[in-house]
């Protein structure tokens, strides 16, 4: 999991910004797609590591928005709320009756909040 969600993360952005994108002369949208969960603690037992993998992504696409802040290259993050689906019915061992307890209140899939601090105009 930390290979994808993190490591993952910091390579394709290395490989983007030194390959394409370099910084002093390049324009371009940067978009990191993490998680509400980055913001909130786990609500299930297990979960920790995946957790702490959407937080690093937050901090890496913060961290890398300040950075490049002096360019015209944005750095986004798009984080998903909750979505009805299989990935849900397992944190809940497959319990029906938890799973509509956690699921109820949410409008599935629409729950979509977008940072764009710091984008230039």
Known sequence: MNATNVSGYM???YS???????????HGTILNITSTTALEA??????????ANKAC??????????ELSGTD?????LRPG?????????RVG???AAYK???????????LIVCCAGLKS
């Open 11 to 13: 390579y394709a952005t």
């Open 16 to 26: 983007v910004l030194n390959r394409g994108m370099k910084p002093a002369s390049a």
């Open 42 to 51: 786990p609500p299930f037992p297990g979960e920790a590591v995946y957790h």
């Open 57 to 66: 992504q937050e901090g890496f696409t913060n961290s890398l928005r300040n």
């Open 73 to 77: 290259i944005r750095v986004l993050a």
């Open 82 to 90: 909750v979505v009805a689906g299989h990935f849900h019915q397992l």
């Open 94 to 96: 497959g319990d029906e």
């Open 101 to 111: 307890g956690f699921m109820e209140g949410y409008e599935y899939g629409l729950m």
